[in-house]
């Protein structure tokens, strides 16, 4: 085996058989050439080449480039060509939509991740974040689905269900806005439309005390100089027995009334052992919820 020379003033040449060939090379601009033990390489092509089939590559094979960035381009038009996936030299960033990616991956355009999941399974960072002022950031969820959101593992805590309900500390909210602990607040209002001034709103904020109480209150009438009035059901149930208190208000004229006894059972007694046996008054209990700690009212800061 050895060279084969091929002038090109010969005018052409042909060839019936097998030929074998150690190396084949474009003398004049060393182009091309398969030379294994000379190069190390099985392939080496100098300038463009063009494959009308596929190109697969074996198994555990590289791809790379041997200066500056490794693209793959796609046909945007007729005779022109557009990079769709850039593999930036010196970091390995990889860049879609961009020839310049800044991060490990770079996506210019939109994402779309279908019957997946994305997992940050080391520490880091999850950012979503706009650089325009007049950017928006959506959150969507497919038809009759719910948008959760979940710390430390699998743990749900915040849930926007399919009807726009917002749970926290539930999965399942009832109402607009359903949380299931404790809210601290610097203040709590309401805001309404205004019941007689249209175009107005109308705010009102949250009567504040160091107890976590109930109140209930309404009016009743003597009967004889005396009455029991009867609270809800489960007022006692509800509520600490002790600190529980009534406060009565002579309606229609005045009468020395009195609560004759405790608050308990659910019911208490009002009396007026002078005045008039079937005066008029407005009561008001106000009692400390059982079903929770009492509030802890001074803390350090943290």
Same mark, same amino acid.
Request: avoid cysteine.
């Given at each position: ?42 392939? &080496?092509?100098? +300038? $463009?080449?063009?494959? #009308?089939?596929? /190109?697969? @590559?074996?198994?555990?094979? =590289? ?102 309900? &917002?749970?926290? +500390? $539930?999965?399942?909210? #009832?109402?607009? /806005?359903? @949380?299931?602990?404790?809210? =601290? ?102 009692? &400390? ?11 350090? @800061?943290?």
């Amino acid at each position: 085996m050895g060279d084969v020379t091929i002038d090109q003033s010969a005018g052409g040449t042909s060839t019936l058989g097998t030929v074998t060939l150690q190396k084949m090379q474009d003398s004049a601009n060393s182009a091309y050439f398969l030379d294994p033990a000379a190069t190390g390489n099985s392939l &080496v092509l100098a +300038g $463009t080449a063009t494959a #009308s089939g596929n /190109l697969t @590559v074996g198994q555990g094979s =590289t791809i790379r480039s041997a200066f500056g960035p490794l693209q793959l381009q796609y046909k945007s038009a007729l005779d022109s060509w557009a990079t769709g996936l850039t593999l930036q030299d010196t970091t390995g960033n990889v860049g879609i939509g961009t020839t310049s990616p800044s991060n490990k991956l770079h996506v210019v355009g939109t994402v779309k991740i279908e019957g997946s999941q994305l997992d940050l399974n080391d520490a880091g960072t999850f950012i979503i974040s706009q650089n325009t002022a007049s950017s928006a950031l959506l959150l969507r969820a497919a038809t009759n689905s719910y948008i959760r959101f979940d710390t430390n593992g699998a743990n749900a805590r915040m849930t926007i269900d399919t009807a726009g309900n &917002v749970g926290i +500390g $539930t999965t399942s909210p #009832s109402t607009k /806005l359903d @949380v299931v602990g404790t809210i =601290t607040g610097t203040t709590k209002n309401f805001m309404i439309d205004h019941p007689t001034k249209p175009g107005m709103k109308l705010i009102h904020s949250t009567l504040e005390g160091p107890e976590v109480a109930v109140f209930y209150r309404g009016e009743a009438r003597l009967a004889a100089g005396k009455t029991v009035v009867v609270l809800p059901e489960y007022f006692e149930a509800l509520t600490r027995k002790e600190g529980r208190t009534v406060q009565l208000t002579a309606k229609n004229g005045w009468s020395p009334l009195s609560v004759n006894g405790e608050v308990t059972g659910g019911r208490f007694t009002v009396k007026a052992d002078s005045g008039n046996p079937g005066q008029e008054f407005y009561w008001e209990v106000k009692a &400390v919820r059982s079903d929770v700690d009492p509030l802890v009212v001074e803390k350090s @800061v943290q």
